[in-house]
């Protein structure tokens, strides 16, 4: 056997993003709530970084020009400053200021639970294993955990977990602690007085058969007649399958970011809801020392390093700020249908026409909309929501609809549809077809479980 050795030299050109790159992306990706958490963290850890009073609204001179425009601003290191464009950043009174009036978080579900087991007057030992029941209670309130798991993680016997989780299923909201669907439902049952033999029946064994619009088997079934399951059907959907969603405090409620607003000439106007998370520069105590002659050289060059930091940072959050308002821009030009007439009237729009739109990658498009809402005349969306393929329509002019405009027009003809004989995948093609746009079935079914909308035979009325 022969064996060779041999070096081949082969040249490859290799984008590698710098470390200022890397945090431009990262600034741009975060949502504003988790960019206020980064930024205070970089003040408390930058020497070099100070917060700064937040603009004041531009005021007009006499000849109409902002006084603003006319000046440049220059940092103590006679770098220009970037001021914001006033037109496009002005903000009227009447609008809301989405991110000073987000209302703050309220406690969460086991500490509204914690509070309630103290001033029970319960005993130590059943305060304390309610507690631990309340730190397992999922989102929506529910009890997963097997009390025999717990039984033995917490060194109790069985009698005493059941007397703490009553006293749990006590508590306000009702249906709080229970171990599944049907304990829920009774449970609230129970404290409205309003758990009769029929509903209790409905509750152990009818659930299956009613999830799945099996109403008339049910009915005869249990012996009674359609009229009679309808009413107490009717009762069950009073009830919350999940109580404790409403309870908790969340801390991640969707925070808008941008706004397009309609103005007088027919217009749109986008803008930031609020200039940025805060407003930082370069802090002129440390800039004076970094001048100071008699500084040690390991001083100055840890200042430096943060002087380096601090300017990216602003760089950086000026980036964020400008694709942003970019990128609302160029959505309220191309979505001007849905802007002015509603969400049935979406076009076809890629992240890549609106990369090469405003002169960037598509992925830092993607990453500007990840997690980003808007403020529209037509409500709140995600950014995402504006991205979406098309397909050809031979109506309004043979001009292109996007997927989630077909979404919307789904969901219209099955709000209008009769609920005796709800419309089939089949039919809702139909439709469509008949409208000028070709959809598969298939594809109805899919954008109709996409809105978690069930099918016709679940939606059926008797």
């Known amino acids: 056997m022969n064996f060779e050795q041999s070096a081949n030299l082969e040249q490859k050109q290799v984008q590698k993003l710098s470390q200022h790159q890397r945090q431009s992306l990262e600034l741009l990706h975060c949502p504003v709530l988790e960019l206020e958490q980064f930024l205070a963290n970089e003040l408390k850890v930058n020497p070099m970084l ?22 440049v601003e220059l940092d103590e ?61 999922d989102d929506t309130g529910y009890l997963k955990t097997p009390l025999a798991d717990l039984a033995m993680t917490c060194n109790a016997d069985m009698q005493e977990l059941e007397e703490a989780l009553k006293l749990i299923q006590s508590f306000d909201p009702p249906g709080i602690g229970a171990r599944d669907l049907a304990e829920c439902l009774r449970l609230q049952l129970e404290r409205k007085g309003k758990l009769t033999p029929l509903l209790e029946e409905i509750i152990s064994g009818g659930l299956e058969d009613i999830e799945n619009n099996r109403l008339p088997q049910l009915a005869r079934r249990l012996g009674v007649a359609m009229d009679e399951l309808l009413a107490a059907l009717a009762e069950l959907r009073k009830l919350d399958p999940t109580p404790g969603v409403r309870s908790g405090g969340s801390s991640s409620a969707a925070v808008v970011e ?27 105590r440390y800039a004076d020392l970094l001048r100071d002659p008699a500084l040690s050289a390991e001083d100055r060059a840890y200042l430096e390093e943060k002087l380096a930091a601090a300017r990216e940072l602003i760089k950086g959050l000026e980036k964020r700020k400008s694709t942003l308002l970019r990128l609302g821009e160029v959505i309220a030009v191309h979505q001007k249908d849905f802007l002015d007439r509603g969400p049935e009237f979406l076009h076809g729009f890629t992240m890549k026409q609106a990369a090469d739109a405003i002169g960037v990658h598509e992925t830092t498009v993607s990453r500007a909309v990840d997690g980003k809402y808007v403020a529209t005349p037509h409500g709140v969306f995600k950014l995402k929501y504006f991205f979406s393929g098309a397909y050809s329509s031979t109506a309004g002019g043979g001009s292109d609809i996007s997927a989630n405009a077909v979404k919307e027009r789904l969901r219209e003809l099955i709000r209008r549809e009769d609920p005796h004989s709800p419309l089939s995948d089949e039919k809702l093609s139909e439709l469509l077809s008949a409208e000028g746009v070709s959809v598969a079935r298939r594809t109805v079914a899919k954008y109709r479980e996409a809105m978690n909308i069930p099918s016709a035979g679940k939606r059926k009325k008797y």
């Open 50 to 71: 100070e917060e700064l009073e937040p603009l004041s609204e531009p005021q007009n001179t006499e000849d109409g020009q902002d006084e603003s425009q006319s000046t």
């Open 258 to 284: 941008l706004e397009i607003v309609r103005q007088i000439d027919g217009e749109y106007l986008v803008r930031l809801t609020r200039e940025q998370p805060m407003r930082l520069g370069v802090s002129s």
């Open 77 to 137: 290191w006679g770098d220009e400053v970037d001021i914001p464009d006033p037109e496009r950043l002005r903000r009227s009174e009447e609008q809301p200021d989405y991110l000073l009036n987000r209302p703050a978080p309220g406690p969460t579900l086991a500490e509204q639970l914690d509070t309630e087991i103290i001033t029970s007057g319960c005993s130590a030992r059943t305060a304390e294993l309610a507690m631990e029941i309340a730190a397992l209670l």
